[in-house]
């Protein structure tokens, strides 16, 4: 047995004196700890580093808070280009009239528009990105240059988007074909790579046919793959699908085939309490975005997929990217559901959605979500020392109530450096901005509403 007093450690990166939030129930916080990082991987973490070890790198923090990198489940990074006008239309843009669709997107728009998304969640902690839209080839590639971790897929569906906008569901055969052939190419193209996992993304009951669920179920199955999905989101998906299908939206995944542990169910709005005791029996996991939603007028029924047992994560979706923001609306708006605080909706329960909720549901919990040794070294620090987030009585009450994505400092990807003093370390930020500004420029003058003058 290695002694651990006289065994030398090397480290690549030693973290000194901080304050670790680890998602490990086992030891949820530790302070003043010591966090050695060695080949990409959690080598140490206890309250003092080992008796002996060398370390390439050292950093001391005193005050600032580790916490596992944020997995954002559910993002459409290229919707950047509807920012600040979508949130106050009432709707899902892909539904919206008047103003930029995915079908106007092309690949060079999407690519800058995805980097900017992308760049914004890593800034704010979310090492992981569950990205779906159009052009997911190109904004793969893309969004990989920042380093990230990616759970990309192509939007999914069978319907004539070009039309939904307009009250007009046409399912086709061919728009089916292609956006599934392009989800499995996607696939092939990034198999066996060690940041990029893809997923199928089911745009939504609505815009898929039953026949066409079945093949996404039949491929998914085939390829062992996660499906994302909208599920329950609006009242205009609820009422398609019950005329075209007599059914619920959670009905027809069930029946079609899809309705298991390898789905994630975005917003899960509409949702009666017989939906969500199958998604609870199947093991189904829903993707809580709460601010998208509030801003909408509606709130998901998180209490009642809680208490079901249904694995809960959390997403931005298309608003921003700050998940630390994303965890106080899950806490508040379930206390206003419950109509006070009880111990069911404290701040470690949101935690554990940003963190190891959202690292389940896309089958990557023995590798992230938590900061335990053997673990992937993806991890977040926050500069705890800032006014806001003293006096440290409870770290993580201050991070889940008065935290900001902008106080992070650090943020690792299997134990490289992204982000470093709050800016990135693999691309370059004005370049980013500028590039995502052009785009979204040229993509509203084509709908004749040129918002900058």
């Given at each position: 047995m290695t002694d651990p007093i006289t065994t030398n450690h090397d480290f690549d990166l030693l973290l000194l004196d901080a304050i670790a939030l680890t998602a490990d129930p086992l030891q949820p916080e530790l302070r003043d700890c010591a966090i050695g990082i060695t080949a990409g991987r959690?080598?140490?973490?206890?309250?003092?580093?080992?008796?002996?070890?060398?370390?390439?790198?050292?950093?001391?923090?005193?005050?600032?808070?580790?916490?596992?990198?944020?997995?954002?489940?559910?993002?459409?990074?290229?919707?950047?280009?509807?920012?600040?006008?979508?949130?106050?239309?009432?709707?899902?843009?892909?539904?919206?009239?008047?103003?930029?669709?995915?079908?106007?997107?092309?690949?060079?728009?999407?690519?800058?528009?995805?980097?900017?998304?992308?760049?914004?969640?890593?800034?704010?902690?979310?090492?992981?990105?569950?990205?779906?839209?159009?052009?997911?080839?190109?904004?793969?590639?893309?969004?990989?240059?920042?380093?990230?971790?990616?759970?990309?897929?192509?939007?999914?569906?069978?319907?004539?988007?070009?039309?939904?906008?307009?009250?007009?569901?046409?399912?086709?055969?061919?728009?089916?074909?292609?956006?599934?052939?392009?989800?499995?190419?996607?696939?092939?193209?990034?198999?066996?790579?060690?940041?990029?996992?893809?997923n199928l993304a089911a745009h939504a009951v609505d815009t898929c046919s039953n026949d066409f669920l079945r093949e996404i179920a039949a491929a998914a199955q085939a390829k062992d793959l996660v499906v994302s999905t909208h599920l329950g989101q609006s009242r205009t998906e609820v009422d398609r699908v019950k005329e075209r299908t007599g059914r619920s939206s959670t009905e027809v995944l069930e029946e079609t085939g899809l309705l298991n542990h390898r789905l994630m169910g975005g917003h899960c709005i509409y949702v009666s309490e017989s939906d969500v005791a199958k998604m609870a029996q199947a093991g189904a996991h829903a993707v809580h975005i709460p601010k998208c939603n509030a801003t909408s007028g509606r709130l998901a029924p998180t209490p009642m997929l809680k208490r079901a047992g249904v694995n809960i994560a959390l997403a931005t979706d298309t608003q921003h990217g700050d998940m630390v923001e994303l965890m106080r609306w899950a806490l508040v708006t379930a206390r206003v559901q419950e109509g006070g605080v009880d111990d069911h909706w404290q701040p470690h329960h949101v935690f554990h959605m940003t963190t190891m909720g959202g690292a389940r549901a896309l089958g990557m919990a023995d590798e992230i979500g938590s900061l335990e040794v053997g673990k992937a070294a993806d991890l977040v620090v926050f500069d705890g020392n800032r006014p806001h987030l003293r006096p440290h009585v409870n770290p993580l009450g201050n991070l889940v109530h008065t935290g900001q994505g902008r106080d992070v400092q650090l943020v690792m990807v299997a134990g490289d450096i992204l982000v470093e003093n709050g800016l990135p370390t693999q691309v370059d930020m004005e370049a980013i901005c500028a590039e995502a500004e052009a785009a979204a420029r040229a993509l509203w003058g084509a709908e004749g509403k040129p918002y900058w003058r």
């Open positions: 959690i080598a140490w973490l206890d309250r003092r580093p080992p008796e002996r070890y060398t370390a390439a790198r050292t950093l001391r923090l005193p005050g600032h808070f580790v916490t596992p990198g944020f997995v954002n489940t559910h993002t459409h990074s290229v919707l950047t280009m509807v920012r600040g006008v979508a949130a106050d239309l009432g709707f899902a843009p892909s539904y919206t009239p008047g103003i930029p669709k995915g079908t106007s997107v092309t690949p060079a728009q999407a690519r800058a528009l995805a980097r900017l998304g992308a760049l914004e969640a890593l800034l704010f902690g979310s090492t992981v990105i569950g990205d779906n839209f159009v052009h997911a080839d190109v904004g793969t590639e893309a969004m990989l240059e920042l380093g990230v971790r990616l759970c990309p897929s192509w939007r999914i569906h069978d319907v004539d988007f070009s039309r939904v906008a307009h009250g007009d569901w046409h399912h086709s055969t061919a728009i089916g074909r292609r956006t599934l052939d392009a989800g499995l190419a996607l696939q092939a193209r990034w198999a066996g790579h060690p940041r990029v996992r893809v």
